[in-house]
């Protein structure tokens, strides 16, 4: 479903898509983007991860990767300030533009 979502919706854009698959545990297991960072050859240091839901800030920090989530995705800003997440919250893809755009300036 993520290929075929991510290739209708933006072509040419990822160098690699990976959904859930039968030999990969789901997340928060760290299975899946640790496939992607071995067929990728990237360090996780070289990584931050973006997502909408608690289960996507537990991925990360089992990855060892850094995150920021999004409150326009799954969950609002009040559901994951629940959870007592500690990380960026961002509410458009511009502020994620800015927030990686920041480190380079």
């Not at 859930?20 to 960072?37: F, I, N, T, W």
């Not at 050859?41 to 089992?62: M, P, S, W």
């Not at 990767?65 to 009040?78: A, C, H, N, P, W």
Request: aromatic share 14%.
């Amino acid at each position: 479903a993520a290929n075929k979502l991510v290739t209708q919706y933006y072509p040419n854009v990822f160098e690699c898509i990976q959904g859930e698959v039968d030999y990969l545990r789901k997340k928060p297991y760290p299975d899946m983007l640790e496939s992607v960072l071995k067929k990728l050859n990237i360090e996780k240091e070289d990584v931050c991860y973006v997502g909408d839901t608690n289960v996507d800030y537990d991925f990360a920090k089992n990855s060892g990767v850094d995150v920021i989530l999004v409150t326009y995705g799954f969950r609002t800003k009040e559901e994951m300030n629940q959870y007592n997440i500690h990380c960026d919250k961002v509410s458009s893809t511009k502020e994620i533009a800015e927030y990686f755009i920041s480190d380079w300036i």
